[in-house]
């Protein structure tokens, strides 16, 4: 090469190095950008057991590195229940003001908000019942469009038959219900499959609203030896804890859904892990934020556990066979 060609070529490297470095500068500042964005996710709990698969998967989300207010902020309402004039201005806010993630907790909440958001593109986090059985997605594996989550599978008739094994001598179990819920049809069906194989007479009670919950916990039929509340929203999340006190009053053992419940006094439950379900949460949710469609993440069935309250057995005087602590995930003492 001459130096003629060679003091022509300079400034042409010169130009090339310049362009090299504005662009690894500018795909930098990009990247550094996606990494500080604030992504907001709404969070939208039906009743208290949500709560605390919020505040588990919280946990586990800052334990993957983000952090509150810098790269990840959250808006919490607290337990709404399933009432849709509360709910569907608080969806509109969360559109409104560009939410990246709903948590959508709970089947009736998920259809909700699904309905609510239809055309947004906003990605939605469930928990529910099985989302297939209950019309929320077509396929499990793919759930497609923008949403996917956890689910738990029934265990109303695993947990009947728990509380009949606990109690053999028991005939007559009250178990009042809310006939308007999916949960309550499905968990009736469930129980009326096993009841056969039980003898047991059990005392259906119908329940539609708080009027009728409240007339209901000062007539409990004469002669019930068991109270077993299915995982509706109005008698088995909302009015749970009167039905509980009613049971201790009465010093009869109740059975409900979740590990709260039994932290909370009740006998038996049969239910989700509720720290499993929570990080299991804060990994799709983090999937989503690293720019996994939701639809192309797979629902995730949440593990359940038994939980025993033996502080409450002591109280209205029971043993609870040796046989069946063994078998118990979730001990109170």
Do not use: W
Not at 69 to 74: L, R, V, Y
Not at 83 to 97: F, L, N, Q, R, W
Not at 230 to 244: E, M, S, Y
């Amino acid at each position: 090469m001459t130096m003629k060609n060679f003091s022509k070529s300079i400034p042409a490297a010169i130009i090339t190095c310049i362009i090299l470095i504005f662009c690894t500068g500018y795909f930098l500042f990009i990247y550094q950008k996606s990494i500080k964005q604030v992504h907001t996710i709404g969070v939208l709990p039906t009743v208290a057991f949500h709560d605390v698969i919020f505040r588990n998967c919280k946990v586990a989300m800052l334990d993957m590195d983000y952090k509150e207010d810098e790269n990840i902020k959250f808006i919490y309402y607290g337990s709404l229940g399933n009432e849709p004039e509360k709910i569907k201005p608080i969806v509109d806010d969360m559109i409104a003001s560009k939410v990246d993630i709903i948590f959508a907790m709970g089947t009736k909440m998920t259809h909700l908000v699904k309905a609510l958001t239809d055309g947004t593109n906003i990605p939605i986090v469930f928990t529910s019942e099985n989302p297939l059985e209950a019309g929320i997605v077509d396929n499990l594996l793919r759930p497609g469009g923008n949403l996917t989550g956890i689910y738990t599978e029934p265990s109303d008739e695993r947990r009947f038959e728990l509380l009949t094994q606990i109690f053999p001598n028991i005939k007559k179990i009250y178990i009042p219900f809310d006939p308007t819920d999916k949960a309550s049809i499905r968990a009736r069906t469930d129980i009326n499959h096993i009841i056969p194989q039980l003898k047991i007479e059990p005392i259906f009670c119908e329940l539609h609203n708080n009027d009728e919950v409240n007339a209901a916990l000062t007539a409990i039929p004469e002669g019930v030896e068991a109270i077993f509340l299915i995982p509706d929203t109005l008698v088995g999340n909302q009015r749970r804890k009167d039905f509980i006190q009613v049971a201790l009053n009465l010093k009869i053992p109740i059975s409900s859904q979740g590990i709260p419940e039994v932290e909370t006094d009740a006998l038996l439950a049969y239910g989700p892990d509720l720290k499993e379900a929570g990080m299991q949460m804060a990994r799709i949710t983090s999937q989503i934020i690293k720019g996994v469609s939701p639809g192309d993440l797979p629902c995730e069935k949440a593990h359940s556990l038994i939980g025993i309250n033996l502080k409450f057995a002591n109280t209205i005087g029971i043993t609870i066979p040796e046989n069946i602590l063994m078998q118990v995930d979730y001990l109170i003492r």
